[in-house]
């Protein structure tokens, strides 16, 4: 009789470890989109797409308020119209890209006549990180900040 009091007792002491093990155990999260504020959509949208060469998806709107676009397996980002002009942007607040070759994605800016420059703020001259990332700095036509760096991808 102890030995199945015993053996009923371990078997609760076993659920309830693994029913707190559970609880305590972080959740499953991952990003699904990030939405950015903008004034101009269509003026956006092809920024978005042409400048940053982002794929268009099909959103579930189909309001002219909306553009979505994938990025893979990190998400979509989301392009909402309706924000004020000429909000004062900080650099700190950006969205950051990685690609194959900053050298590449710099001449396609400068194919588009797009600004950009390293964190202090010279033109035309990359960041080189400690770890010897080059990064670059410009902003979308609503002032948001984008990065784009040569990190290598899915480190």
């Known amino acids: 009789m102890k030995r199945i009091a015993l053996f009923a007792f371990s078997c609760c002491l076993i659920g309830f470890a693994s029913h707190y093990?559970?609880?305590q155990s972080k959740p499953n999260i991952r990003l699904n989109h990030i939405a950015v504020y903008v004034h101009?959509?269509?003026?956006?949208?092809?920024f978005y797409e042409n400048v940053?060469?982002?794929?268009?998806?099909?959103?579930?709107?189909?309001?002219?308020?909306?553009?979505?676009?994938?990025l893979g397996d990190a998400?979509?980002?989301?392009?909402?119209?309706?924000?004020?002009?000429?909000?004062?942007?900080?650099?700190?607040?950006?969205?950051?890209?990685?690609?194959?070759s900053?050298?590449?994605f710099i001449a396609h800016l400068d194919k588009h006549k797009v600004n950009y420059s390293n964190w202090p703020g010279t033109a035309k001259a990359p960041t080189?990180?400690?770890?010897?990332?080059?990064?670059?700095?410009?902003?979308?036509?609503?002032?948001?900040?984008?990065?784009v760096n040569n990190d290598k991808l899915g480190r």
Request: with cysteine.
């Open 21 to 23: 093990a559970k609880a």
């Open 40 to 46: 101009d959509l269509k003026t956006s949208t092809n």
């Open 52 to 70: 940053l060469q982002l794929e268009q998806i099909p959103e579930p709107f189909h309001d002219g308020l909306h553009t979505w676009f994938t």
């Open 75 to 100: 998400g979509q980002l989301h392009l909402i119209q309706g924000a004020p002009q000429n909000v004062k942007r900080d650099k700190n607040d950006h969205l950051c890209f990685s690609v194959e």
């Open 102 to 104: 900053i050298e590449d």
């Open 128 to 147: 080189v990180r400690p770890d010897g990332v080059k990064q670059i700095y410009f902003q979308d036509p609503d002032g948001h900040w984008i990065e």
